[in-house]
């Protein structure tokens, strides 16, 4: 009985030797400072979770595609990172009619970009936790789909009619803006069955 225990502990042991593969990275004193440094003030736990950490951004943000010190791409589309006040600025000198228009376009915009890049289809509803993940990592905010509500926290943006018209451009639905203030909620119409004419 000790002896199938203990070759099966050492199975285990050899099965996670196969798997892990050291690696060995020399950082400079510098780098090695800061490390410490984020560590010590507790924003980060340590080392490995903070290589971890990056290397989740890497993927989810597709860093690979930075060809420049500030020239990132994510496929068709250059990412830039903006400043929310820079964003209040235009939002405040474009008329308040206009705003869902402006949404509508860029969520259009998004659209095409998400489509063409991730071949994510943004007006497949079993599609859109992708389209929330992908908003989310872009600092979007944080997007919720409840029965026939959408829900946003943390939005970058805080005129609800601009969302509004982003997410009917993004993914192709009617919406109801239900709150003025964050986390904002909109309501999906339901699309009414046409009615049958008589032929004529």
């Known amino acids: 009985m000790q002896k199938e225990k203990e070759k099966k502990l050492e199975e285990i042991i050899n099965k996670n030797r196969k798997n892990t593969k050291r690696t060995t990275i020399i950082l400079e004193k510098e780098e090695r400072e800061f490390i410490d440094s984020l560590i010590r003030e507790g924003k980060e736990p340590g080392i490995k979770p903070l290589i971890s950490k990056m290397l989740d951004v890497y993927r989810s943000m597709m860093v690979y595609d930075w060809r420049f010190p500030g020239e990132y791409y994510c496929g068709i589309s250059r990412i830039a990172f903006v400043n929310v006040e820079l964003i209040n600025i235009l939002i405040q000198n474009i008329p308040r009619e206009k705003w869902r228009e402006i949404g509508r376009k860029m969520g259009e915009a998004a659209k095409v970009s998400m489509e063409a890049t991730l071949n994510i289809e943004t007006a497949n509803r079993e599609k859109w936790q992708e389209v929330f993940k992908r908003l989310r990592v872009q600092g ?39 709150t003025n203030n964050p986390p904002f909620v909109f ?14």
Do not use: C, H, M, R
């Not at 979007?140 to 451009?169: H, M, N, R, V």
């Open 140 to 178: 979007f905010g944080d997007f919720y789909l409840k029965d026939k509500y959408i829900l946003i926290k943390t939005p970058f943006i805080s005129k609800p009619q601009i969302w509004a018209g982003f997410l009917e451009g993004l993914l192709t639905v009617e919406l109801n803006v239900k």
């Open 187 to 200: 309501e999906i119409k339901e699309e009414q069955p046409q009615k049958l004419g008589k032929p004529s």
